[in-house]
């Protein structure tokens, strides 16, 4: 979990999903927090970085 000082907290943990808050986009998981432009650059990111790991994503993450 991260938490930051304005309040807001990221559930780092579980699989790689989407996520859009207030401030953008993000990719959220394996521990991970990576700001993204866009829901298409999440996906993408997320397509990449279980392609080259065979990670399965969490389809109900939207």
Do not use: C
């Not at 979990?1 to 808050?21: E, I, K, Q, Y």
């Not at 993204?36 to 996906?43: G, R, T």
């Not at 997320?46 to 994503?57: D, L, S, W």
């Amino acid at each position: 979990m991260l938490r930051f000082s304005d309040g807001v907290n990221l559930d780092t943990s579980g699989p790689l999903r989407a996520v859009h808050l207030a401030d953008g986009w993000y990719v959220l998981g394996n521990g991970m927090s990576i700001p993204v432009d866009s829901k298409e650059e999440a996906e993408a990111t997320i397509h990449h970085m279980t392609a080259e790991k065979g990670v399965t994503p969490d389809d109900a993450s939207g």
